[in-house]
Structures are given as structure tokens and as C-alpha cells.
């Protein structure tokens, strides 16, 4: 893991008084969408504190690549 994520783990654990382990789930969901990955079958359904920061981390970026692509298309127009 680089630096670089384990800064933002930590921050996001500090931050939102998450364990490190559900912060580390959240950064590895993060980079997971962004890589255009399916959600593992497993995360979908695992009550764990990774699989829950995954989870969250995923569908955050999902959403918010999608805002920005409405955003956009509507300054496009």
C-alpha cells in the first residue's frame, strides 16, 4: 500500500471515527470503481468493517462520477 493511501486511510479513520479497517475498505472501494471493477459478491453482502468502508467508498465514487458527468453535460449545452 503506498504512502499515499495510508495517509487517507488514517485520515478517514481520524475523521470519521471509523476503524482502520473500515477506512481501509473505503479507499480500496474507492480505487476499485474508479478501475471500472464489479463489486465483489462478497462486499455486497458481508457485514465486516472492510466490507462496509468498501462498500461505502465504491458507491460514493460511483455517485460522484456521475454527478460530475451530468454537471457536464449540462454546462455543454
Do not use: N
Amino acid at each position: 500500500m503506498s504512502d499515499l493511501m495510508k495517509e487517507k486511510r488514517d485520515e478517514l479513520a481520524r475523521e470519521m471515527g471509523w476503524s482502520l479497517d473500515r477506512a481501509q475498505g473505503y479507499v480500496d472501494g474507492e480505487s476499485s470503481e474508479r478501475s471500472g471493477l464489479d463489486l465483489p459478491p462478497f462486499h455486497k453482502v458481508a457485514m465486516d468493517d472492510y466490507s462496509k468502508g468498501f462498500r461505502t467508498g465504491y458507491y460514493t465514487q460511483a455517485c460522484s462520477v456521475s454527478v460530475r458527468d451530468i454537471r457536464e453535460s449540462l454546462t455543454s449545452q
